[in-house]
């Protein structure tokens, strides 16, 4: 069994898989401990954007043969990124999962997390590059600590993402998510254009609150990230 972990900036996930199967996955905030217990694990990988060697040290303790993602190890992918050392290996190993489930077309990479990430892939399975930009509660974060008056708005709380807002939470709302949905619609259109012949994957813990909002079509794949990781993993054992 291959165990992959994505440690991120704010939580960590991880999935067992036998060959490339996914078997489970375990809830973010499961420690590492409850993932290794009573499990035969003999290969592990991590992608690491944050920081915590508490698991390197356990997967050790355990002997399982451990791999890092790094630009350096042998990819399925060709990186054409300027700067691959800068590269987060979790924009690889979604690229990555991205390109192999369509494997015949250019994708494009959304990962709604902590910041929006767009990754572009072409159908020669070349890494282009993409985009970085702040996440939805990012933006509300930064609109409430950058600001004297305006309160942290929690989006889960409303229904409805009306253009023109009522009151200064629901404006707030509306110039976030509105905003970034005409910034992800926008961006899938000039892809689309420039490249054709266009797949969109999204992903990440927002995918499925903006999937829904966008009239594009967009391929949801929650554990992209970890599919992609054991790819990497069972192309270099």
């Not at 069994?1 to 900036?9: Q, S, T, V, Y």
């Not at 991880?14 to 973010?28: N, R, T, W, Y």
């Not at 690229?95 to 990962?111: E, G, Q, T």
Request: hydrophobic fraction near 40%; include cysteine.
């Amino acid at each position: 069994m291959n165990l992959a972990i994505d440690i991120g900036n704010t939580q960590i996930k991880s999935g067992l898989f036998d060959k490339e199967e996914l078997k489970e996955v375990f809830a973010p905030g499961t420690s590492i401990e409850e993932v290794l217990a009573n499990k035969k694990i003999k290969y592990a990988i991590i992608s690491k954007t944050g920081v915590n060697d508490e698991v390197e040290y356990w997967l050790k303790e355990k002997k399982i043969k451990t791999v890092v993602l790094s630009h350096q190890l042998k990819l399925p992918l060709e990186i054409l990124y300027k700067t691959p050392e800068t590269l987060g290996a979790d924009r690889i190993a979604g690229s990555v999962a991205a390109s192999a489930l369509f494997a015949d077309k250019n994708v494009l990479k959304i990962d709604f997390g902590t910041c929006i990430t767009y990754d572009f892939v072409n159908n020669r399975h070349q890494y282009l590059g993409g985009a970085i930009s702040p996440g939805m509660i990012m933006r509300f974060k930064a609109l409430h600590n950058y600001t004297a008056k305006l309160p942290l708005v929690d989006p889960m709380q409303y229904l409805n993402y009306e253009l023109t807002g009522s009151d200064t939470a629901t404006s707030m709302l509306s110039g976030v998510v509105n905003g970034m949905k005409e910034e992800v619609g926008g961006i899938i259109k000039e892809y689309n254009q420039r490249f054709g012949n266009l797949q969109v994957v999204g992903t990440g813990g927002d995918a499925g609150f903006f999937v829904t909002l966008l009239k594009n079509e967009i391929f949801a794949r929650p554990y992209l990230v970890l599919e992609g990781l054991n790819r990497i993993l069972n192309f270099n054992i």
